[in-house]
């Protein structure tokens, strides 16, 4: 049997970068966390970040400074996360939903990762979280 357990994001400041996920996904960075390595609990997968010297940012959709990872996150409202996430320090770079609120927004954070909240047709969110249809 295979798990995922863990998803690590290379970054040169690991506490800075777990704070704006913290704060995107309203979670707590794990106690323990360092300058080194950082965590915030996902249900049963880590989202991790650790600390690279000479860290280069992703320059998307820039093929040279190629993108390094991309995560997904399902949400019930893109438009109150668009209030929302920009204060955070995350920064609008493609606009890909319709006039029903349905798509997907692709963001970079703080430091250049790209990543997309999204709203698919046929999620429906009971306590919290989504369900897929």
Known sequence: MLRLT?????CPDTMELAAFYSAVTGLPVKDGSTDFWAGIKLGEIELAFIRVEDYRAP???DADHPKQFHV????????????????????????NSDADGY??????????HP??????KGVTWTDGSPVWA
Request: with cysteine.
């Open 6 to 10: 863990d998803f690590i994001i290379d």
């Open 59 to 61: 320059q998307w959709p």
């Open 72 to 95: 997904d996150f399902e949400v019930d409202d893109l438009d109150a996360e668009q209030s929302r996430v920009p204060a955070l320090g995350a920064t609008l770079m493609r606009d």
């Open 103 to 112: 798509g997907f927004r692709v963001y970079a954070d703080p430091i250049g």
């Open 115 to 120: 990543f997309c909240l999204c709203r698919n």
